[in-house]
């Protein structure tokens, strides 16, 4: 395994990919990923706005043969991997891999298979947020507003180094308590992230973090480590699919307009 060091990095990357891992378990919503929503399963919704994204070729990697068939019946591209992956980093580490033996692809953008409505400009500033050569991996952020979101323990927060102003800096915690204690804004973490080939190579090396599994936050596992993750303040979460209640929401976000009926 070669690992580039960050200070001999003198440009940004070029050529990336664009990884959905996906996988039929689930246990609040068994089988999302193809879960109907207006006559596409979820997984294609999730593809298309990858597509969209422009910036490189999109490949689902899928636990399950079911999986690839319907991505492959839209005209999509799957790559099946092993079922057990313990995470999705593991997933698109092997499925890039598989398709990608020599390294064409320098940056591997990780777009989860749960993000049906996800605005294709989100998936370009993760990959923009790579262009400084110090970062190894980057995610998005957006500025908490909603009051109960500050304690809930299911809204990761992103402890963020942010001067005035700025629209990016260096994240230096994630946590699922309240955090950083004082006035200032509060981070909703966005759980899509784009890493450097040679970064993902090295996260999916390293064993699980001490706070990695006391928060149950796989971040943590590269802040422990010494890489470091920039985060871009974005606008807006964008709904994560994870039980039927969130279907029933994607499909209404995504009903078509009457005059497209």
């Known amino acids: 395994m070669t690992i580039v060091p960050a200070a001999a990095r003198v440009k940004a990357p070029a050529n990336p990919i664009v990884v959905v891992p996906a996988r039929m378990a689930s246990s609040r919503l068994p089988g999302k990923p193809l ?5 596409v399963p979820m997984i294609v919704h999730v593809w298309r706005r990858a597509m969209e994204a422009g910036i490189g070729p999109v490949v689902v990697a899928v636990g399950e043969p079911e999986i690839a068939v319907a991505v492959e019946a839209a005209g999509g591209r799957a790559v099946l991997t092993r079922p057990d992956h313990p995470s999705g980093s593991d997933r698109i580490f092997e499925a890039v891999n598989l398709i990608d033996p020599d390294r064409a692809h320098d940056a591997v953008v990780n777009v989860q298979g749960d993000l049906p409505t996800i ?6 500033v993760a990959f923009d947020t790579l262009a400084d050569p110090l970062v190894d991996l980057s995610t998005l952020v957006v500025p908490i507003t909603r009051e109960g979101e500050r304690t809930d323990p299911n809204v990761v927060k992103a402890v963020v180094e942010l001067a005035p102003g700025a629209t990016r800096g260096r994240a230096l915690y994630f946590t699922r308590a309240t955090a950083p204690w004082g006035d200032g804004p509060l981070f909703h973490h966005v759980g899509l992230y784009a ?6 190579e090295r996260f999916v090396s390293l064993p699980p973090a001490a706070l990695e599994q006391r928060e149950r936050l796989e971040q943590l596992r590269a802040l422990a480590n010494g890489m470091r993750i920039d985060a871009a303040v974005v606008d807006a979460v964008p709904l994560g699919v994870d039980t039927p209640a969130d279907l ?3 499909r209404i976000a995504l009903a078509p307009s009457p005059s497209a009926a």
């Open 195 to 200: 890493y450097r080939r040679d970064a993902l």
């Open 35 to 39: 879960a109907d929503i207006h006559g």
């Open 248 to 250: 029933e929401r994607a």
């Open 119 to 124: 605005d294709p400009a989100l998936v370009r």
